[in-house]
């Protein structure tokens, strides 16, 4: 199974470094050196760690491909992925690949799609696209994102009055229900 580990930020000083937004639960395991890592980049097929350091609670990252900032600058959003045979199923969580093209429902009404997951030190985010094509941000919390169904490519969602309308202009309105709280 293919399975995301982490997303590149931005670059770390100038010998190569980047920071990277963490999508795995063991980063001290996933990230030692010598490890190699499917990268989706034009350039580079793999990246190789040399190096990984925590500054404050962002890690950092070198890759034995990335020689300077130059280098590091051009592979900024790329995906980190491994080639596992673990399946971690204790039904506690999901994977962003699983969440993503998920259609976003209240109730009955298709709302848009997942298209993001934003993970936080307090809470997840999911990212939705909309069907008129606006991206809002819910909170990944079970009181509004009840029922997560990786097979029925759903998820609903209960999201209080106002959630998909606060960040609208004046005047445009959405086909989104108001839940009552």
Do not use: C
């Not at 300077?68 to 992925?81: M, P, S, Y």
């Not at 509004?144 to 309308?165: D, R, S």
Request: glycine fraction near 8%; aromatic fraction near 6%; hydrophobic fraction near 40%.
């Amino acid at each position: 199974m293919r399975l995301q580990v982490a997303r590149i930020g931005k670059p770390h000083g100038i010998r190569g470094e980047v920071t990277v937004q963490v999508l795995t639960d063991a980063p001290e395991d996933r990230f030692a050196p010598g490890e190699v890592f499917e990268v989706e980049h034009p350039k580079f097929k793999t990246l190789t760690v040399e190096g990984a350091r925590w500054n404050k609670e962002i890690l950092l990252l070198a890759f034995a491909e990335l020689l300077d900032r130059n280098a590091a600058e051009t592979v900024r959003g790329a995906k980190l992925f491994i080639e596992t045979e673990e399946v971690e199923d204790e039904g506690e969580g999901w994977y962003e690949h699983e969440l993503v093209d998920l259609e976003a429902r209240v109730g009955e009404n298709v709302l848009g799609k997942v298209s993001a997951l934003r993970t936080g030190n307090v809470q997840d985010l999911l990212v939705i696209k909309t069907t008129d094509g606006e991206e809002v941000y819910v909170p990944f919390v079970e009181s509004i994102v009840p029922e997560v169904n990786i097979e029925g490519g759903y998820i609903l969602m209960t999201p209080p009055a106002g959630l998909f309308e606060i960040n609208r202009e004046e005047g445009t309105e959405t086909d989104a229900p108001a839940q009552e709280a």
